[in-house]
T-cell receptor, first 113, second 113 residues
Framework: DVKVTQSSRYLVKRTGEKVFLECVQD?????MFWYRQDPGLGLRLIYFSYDVKMKEKGDIPEGYSVSREKKERFSLILESASTNQTSMYLC????????????FGSGTRLTVV | GDSVTQMEGPVTLSEEAFLTINCTYT??????LFWYVQYPGEGLQLLLK?????DKGSNKGFEATYRKETTSFHLEKGSVQVSDSAVYFCALSKGSGYSTLTFGKGTMLLVSP
């Protein structure tokens, strides 16, 4: 069964820490995405990547960076975590082309205290 | 820019009732349209899709028809079950090669026995 796996289901971090969220897909997809999900706001795109070492900013990239050193792995980095980054983070991947749906991971619920 | 508007929830229904969740969109070009479902504690799953005008997507008893004249993609099901309780997201693709999706804010469905 094809999968997108997020390394942690729940994380608690302190303000100012550097936080790494990891995502791995086994479908050989070109495109990978990081979203955050907040009540009343839906899903908002943070960053995406369409190839190894390539990245593009989404709608809310401030305070985040990403890394894609291998095709199957896409990491989201919170350089200095803040309480307003407490959220559910969802990783997704898809093949190129507008007709393909995303495959999502189960999400990481991050709490910054 | 592109946007998706969904009816606000929660939508509360009794088992076997008819379901409609409204979705309208604003987009340039000819987007593909999607419905995703998120069960409690999980990531999003693709429910159905339609890639051109007048297409009907269907899955698990759910249906939605791509109406370009009304820019709508309403989700319907003839008889809901308790197990359909979830959050439903309407989304469109921007049509670029990167396959980014724009999501609505989601509609929670609660079905009681």
């Amino acid at each position: 069964d094809v999968k997108v796996t997020q390394s942690s289901r729940y994380l608690v971090k302190r303000t100012g820490e550097k936080v790494f969220l990891e995502c791995v897909q086994d479908m050989d997809h070109e495109n990978m995405f990081w979203y955050r999900q907040d009540p009343g706001l839906g899903l908002r795109l943070i960053y995406f990547s369409y190839d190894v070492k390539m990245k593009e900013k989404g709608d809310i990239p401030e305070g985040y960076s990403v890394s894609r050193e291998k095709k199957e792995r896409f990491s989201l980095i919170l350089e200095s975590a803040s309480t307003n980054q407490t959220s559910m983070y969802l990783c997704a991947s898809t093949s190129s082309g507008r007709d393909y749906g995303y495959t999502f991971g189960s999400g990481t619920r991050l709490t910054v205290v | 820019g592109d946007s998706v508007t969904q009816m606000e929830g929660p939508v509360t229904l009794s088992e076997e009732a008819f379901l409609t969740i409204n979705c309208t969109y604003t987009a340039t070009g000819y987007p593909s349209l999607f419905w995703y479902v998120q069960y409690p504690g999980e990531g999003l799953q693709l429910l159905l899709k339609a890639t051109k005008a007048d297409d009907k997507g269907s899955n698990k008893g759910f249906e939605a028809t791509y109406r370009k004249e009304t820019t709508s993609f309403h989700l319907e099901k003839g008889s809901v079950q308790v197990s359909d309780s979830a959050v439903y997201f309407c989304a469109l693709s921007k049509g670029s090669g990167y396959s980014t999706l724009t999501f609505g804010k989601g509609t929670m469905l609660l079905v009681s026995p």
